[in-house]
Structures are given as structure tokens and as C-alpha cells.
């Protein structure tokens, strides 16, 4: 609870600062630059884990690191030997990061035999998305009702910037932008429950690797989704909002199941009954 609380002042204050900024000359770019800084993956990571830091907490970021890049692949074997000897520690904040791991659901620990980086499935997939369809879309709700002028304005330069780099087809460069954006109306729904569940379920989903925008026709479509988002965030219209953003994020799942059809997928097939503690918590 401690690191959802920690995240949450962390955002509040770093947009309460980035608004700041509008009252100087191009207040809203300074804004709208801090947002997108500020939401990137990883960004305030120290924060949401918490101040103080404790060793285990580094080691866990480092984990979770060696996880989202690949390094520790989907199902493999944790193997701690190895491990403190990469990263210079002893075994005991390894373990106490490896719990952290195993609560958050990219970990799981089988008796006698050790951890192991967790598999998402298909079926993990399918039952997570409604999830935080549901919840990004309350998010969205609440955004509608609580942004300011100054909200909007650093808005609407970060839409104008995701919409130049689906323009020029820059998929890596729409995705962190596409992420502030998300980020920017986790922020302003103020709801530090929300914003924490959110978190949480997206590490699950990254462990995926998923690249929903590479289906055929994605990025256009995830660009109007997000420009009917912004249009009822404008005019305030909370249940558009809602609406809009549980379109956004469902059909993201439809994009993942024709990827999946059309390649071999990362995702693992294996039914998650034959996991032991599996992803979808």
C-alpha cells in the first residue's frame, strides 16, 4: 500500500508542477514535455517503490528490468547462483525482491524447485483486458469531470504528437507517447486505487511483450480511438469518455488475437491450469 501511496503523491505533485509551468511563455509545450517525461516507462520508479529505497527494492527494478527486456524469458528458471553473481549481492535481498516479484504476479514460486519468470497466456489475455478496459475507462471518466484548461492544453500537444508519429509510421515513438497519454488520465482521474490496480495489471501485461499496433490497419484505428477519447475528455463528457476508452482498449485485444492468428505468437499457449500460481491474479 505504502508504493501505490508513494506513486501516487509522486504523479500528483509532478503534474501539480508541470501546471505550473503554463503561466510562463509556452507554459503548455513545458507541460505537456514534463507529462510525457514524467509517464514514460519507468519513470519515478524510486517514488512509486517508496522513499526510502532498501536494497531489495533496486534489486527488484533490476529484476523486473532483466524480465520486460527478455533477458529472464517467459517460464524460465530464476537461477539465483547466477544472479547474485551478476548483480553483486547475496542471496537475502534476492529473495526478498523475488517475493516482491511473486506478489506482483511476473514471479512464481514452485516448492522444491525454486522461481520462475511467469507465462502470460492467451487466457491470461482475455480475462485481464476487460479488466482494465473497465478501469481505464473509470479512469477516463473521472478525467472528463476534473481537467482543467491547463489539462487540456498539455493534452491536446501530446495528441498532436501522437498523431505526427502515426503519421510518419513511428511506432516506437506513438507507443511512449501513447503511454504518457494513458498515464496523463490515470493521473487526472485522482483516484490513487485506480491508478495502483492499473499498474499492477499492466506488469502482468507487459511480461507479453505485446505489439498490438504491428496488426494491419492497428495504428490508424488506435489513433481515431484516441482523438474520440481526447473529443470527450474537451467537452467533459464523462460517460463518452468511458465509452470511448472501453472501445480503445477492447479493440486492442481484437488486434492482439489477429497478430496471434497471423504469427507465431510470444504468448504462451499453455493452459494456465498447468501453471503453478500463474499471471492472471
Known sequence: MRCVLGAWRWLAQALAGAAAGLLQPGGAEVMAASLLSLTS????SAAARGMPNS??????????????????????????????????ISRTPLREALKVLTVEGLVRHEPRRGCFVN????????????????LEGRCAF?????????????LELLHARLNAHAQAGQITDYYAVNFAIHEAIITLAANRWLAGVISDLRKILKLARLQQLHAPGR???????????FAALKAHDAEGAEAAMLTH???????????????TSRISVVSTEHQHGGAST
Open 41 to 44: 516507462p519507468g519513470a519515478g
Open 55 to 88: 536494497l531489495h527494492d533496486a534489486v527488484a527494478a533490476q529484476l523486473r528490468d532483466l524480465i520486460f527486456a527478455g533477458v529472464l524469458a517467459p517460464g524460465s528458471f530464476i537461477d539465483e547462483v547466477a544472479l547474485c553473481e551478476r548483480l553483486a
Open 119 to 134: 507465462q502470460v497466456t492467451e487466457q491470461d489475455l482475455d480475462e485481464i483486458f476487460p479488466v482494465i478496459a473497465l
Open 142 to 154: 473521472e478525467a472528463a469531470r476534473n481537467a482543467t484548461d491547463a489539462d487540456l492544453a498539455a
Open 219 to 229: 495504428l490508424e484505428q488506435s489513433l481515431a480511438e484516441h482523438m474520440a477519447v
Open 249 to 263: 482498449l477492447t479493440r486492442q485485444r481484437e488486434a492482439l488475437r489477429q497478430l496471434a492468428r497471423q504469427h
